[in-house]
């Protein structure tokens, strides 16, 4: 399938299903095409997620960057954990906060309306309860509904507990701890999941043997998910951008990266104006001048725009 067929069969079924929307196009260097996703929109809690295919990529990247308030590295790391293997994440703190970005993969020989609304409900189960270990608002507030699911945070891979879960531990608080959180889990019947959570398809019943929760039509993609560490999605981005060869005249000479959780870049220093792309996480960019807060950058494609400068550590 070529990109164009690809991005198609994609929002054909978004826009299908009653609970998917196409947000909006958005320009990324370095990608075949790339735009928002807000899973949920049937329930109270919608979620803003990235659709994107690297140029060249075999696979589909589902993607969301979350701002968690307080030193949660280990909460986020331990919930991460404990979702499917398909779901990865790179965790790290972010000054007084905790950065997550959060993504899935669907690869194209194996994608399908099925296998790729899944793997969007995943993420945006995995992402409601990253919201509630911070307590982050997300587009619509995350209330009770959201904070109980956050208290079975561990999924079904594991046989029941025995062990009956505090009931404080299912009450909205603006942060979850770790301990109550993984070290009592306690397991969702199929009638207790709230009719407005993003789950997408049913859970297994508990008696599910350990294996990783993957409905029987997904298990030909799940092999292609297993060999794929957190750290193949430090190396997408640079792959997607030939390396800079800097010319003898002082051509592009990249002295920095664009940070985990993305950069939004303006056509002028002047924040009334039109956003006009999303850097990637990771991508090298040239720091070409400053101005005040502002910061203008080339990519090394020659492409340039204005960037909160500060975010990088060039400007104050």
């Known amino acids: 399938m070529t990109p164009d067929e690809v991005k198609q069969s994609i929002t054909t079924w978004c826009s299908s299903d009653d609970d998917l929307e196409i947000a909006s196009d958005r320009f990324e260097p370095g990608t075949d095409f790339s735009f928002?996703?807000?899973?949920?929109?049937?329930?109270?809690?919608?979620?803003?997620?990235?659709?994107?295919?690297t140029d060249g990529a075999d696979r589909v990247t589902i993607r969301r960057s979350v701002t968690l308030t307080g030193d949660n590295v280990d909460a986020a790391n331990q919930l991460v954990a404990s979702r499917p293997g398909s779901v990865t994440a790179a965790?790290?703190?972010?000054?007084?906060?905790?950065?997550?970005?959060?993504?899935?993969?669907?690869?194209?020989?194996?994608?399908?309306?099925?296998?790729?609304?899944?793997?969007?409900?995943?993420?945006?189960?995995?992402?409601?309860?990253?919201?509630?270990?911070?307590?982050?608002?997300?587009?619509s507030v995350v209330d009770q509904e959201a904070a109980s699911v956050a208290s079975d945070a561990v999924d079904t891979d594991f046989e029941p507990d025995s062990t009956a879960v505090d009931e404080a531990a299912v009450t909205p608080t603006p942060a979850i701890p770790a301990a109550s959180t993984f070290q009592q889990p306690a397991f969702p019947q199929p009638s207790s999941i709230p009719s407005g959570t993003p789950v997408g398809q049913p859970l297994p019943t508990p008696s599910f043997t350990p294996q990783p929760y993957q409905p029987a039509q997904a298990q030909p993609?799940?092999?292609?998910?297993?060999?794929?560490?957190?750290?193949?999605?430090?190396?997408?981005?640079?792959?997607?951008?030939?390396?800079?060869?800097?010319?003898?005249?002082?051509?592009?000479a990249p002295n920095h990266s664009v940070p985990p959780q993305g950069l939004r870049a303006w056509s002028a220093p002047a924040p009334s104006g039109p956003v006009v792309a999303n850097l990637a996480p990771g991508l090298p960019i040239q720091v070409a001048e400053v101005r005040g807060a502002w910061a203008r950058v080339i990519c090394s494609n020659g492409w340039t725009g204005w960037i909160d400068g500060r975010i990088i550590g060039v400007a104050a």
């Not at 790729?116 to 307590?135: M, Y």
């Not at 800079?244 to 005249?249: D, E, I, L, R, V």
């Open 36 to 53: 928002g996703l807000k899973a949920g929109t049937l329930s109270t809690a919608p979620v803003d997620l990235t659709v994107l295919k």
């Open 221 to 252: 993609v799940q092999p292609a998910y297993s060999p794929q560490p957190a750290q193949a999605y430090q190396a997408q981005p640079v792959q997607a951008q030939p390396a800079p060869q800097p010319s003898p005249g002082g051509g592009w």
């Open 91 to 139: 965790v790290e703190r972010s000054g007084a906060d905790t950065t997550v970005v959060v993504q899935t993969y669907v690869y194209l020989d194996g994608l399908s309306k099925h296998t790729f609304v899944q793997a969007v409900a995943e993420l945006a189960r995995t992402s409601t309860l990253l919201d509630a270990i911070g307590g982050v608002e997300t587009a």
